[in-house]
């Protein structure tokens, strides 16, 4: 069962983030106050606090929609789990009794097909939750952030030398995943999950070493069968999008240039 709809003037929404100060949150922020909308930014900061459950109803008085942006303050798995459990079950509740209308949610690519990785696994959870929650919503999963990929290399060193899963990556730019939520806000709900990824996949191997060129660095990758992504063995295409999804414009090579 569905809330109620009513009538949303979608060039004037009335709009909540949640994790507003993070990485996505604070962009989608931006975008959505540049565009005339009514945001209200809903973190910590402002007294939030969607994994206890309070300042919710606060903050989504009067909103017609929901973005949740949120993201663990800790990988680890039972932490993890423990947030996305409790944050989802906070906001979908507190989402009803406002009668929000629209719960747009920041997901993963592939995150449903890697069973084996304990915050993907609670990243499902999170998205089950919200989808079970009878508020209308849209899941928009990303792949990758280009902001992550020399962290991510760095995962990878061993003796100085990388060693690369043998599996396709597909990097965005933040900016570009940020816009895409922001314009899903201001869309009907799709009742299901839309991909987005940048321009084109790359192996592992060519990720790597094209971040530490932009370091000035001629490293090679290896490429290792048994390698994992962060503990989590990856099939080929594990953490690519099908041909469905929305492709943003941004290279890496470009992103990395632009710094």
Avoid: C
Avoid at 30 to 55: E, Q
Avoid at 62 to 76: K, M, R, T
Avoid at 109 to 132: C, F, H, M, W
Avoid at 239 to 246: Q, R, W, Y
């Amino acid at each position: 069962m569905t809330t109620d709809p009513k009538e949303i003037d979608m060039t004037s929404a009335t709009i909540t983030v949640f994790g507003a100060t993070g990485l996505i949150g604070a962009q989608v922020v931006s975008s959505l106050t540049t565009a005339g909308h009514t945001v209200t930014s809903a973190s910590r900061d402002s007294g939030v606090d969607a994994a206890v459950g309070t300042g919710l109803d606060e903050a989504l008085a009067g909103a017609d929609v929901l973005v949740d942006a949120l993201n663990s303050p800790s990988l680890e798995d039972d932490a993890a789990l423990a947030f996305f459990t409790a944050t989802s079950a906070n906001l979908t509740h507190a989402a009803k009794k406002a009668g929000v209308q629209h719960y747009v949610l920041l997901s993963i690519v592939g995150v449903d097909q890697l069973p084996s990785g304990g915050y993907l696994r609670a990243k499902v959870i999170q998205e089950n939750t919200v989808a079970a929650s009878g508020v209308p919503y849209t899941i928009v999963r990303a792949t990758q952030f280009h902001e992550f990929t020399e962290m991510i290399t760095g995962s990878l060193m061993v003796d100085g030398r990388v060693h690369a899963p043998d599996a396709l990556i597909q990097p965005i730019a933040s900016a570009d995943v940020a816009a895409m939520v922001a314009r899903v806000a201001t869309e009907s709900p799709a009742n299901g999950v839309r991909d987005i990824a940048g321009p084109e996949p790359m192996s592992f191997a060519a990720m790597t070493e094209t971040v530490l060129a932009s370091q000035g660095k001629n490293t090679f990758a290896v490429v290792d069968p048994l390698q994992t992504y962060f503990g989590t063995p990856l099939q080929k295409t594990s953490l690519v999008p099908g041909a469905d999804a929305e492709l943003a414009a941004t290279s890496l090579t470009d992103w990395l240039g632009a710094r």
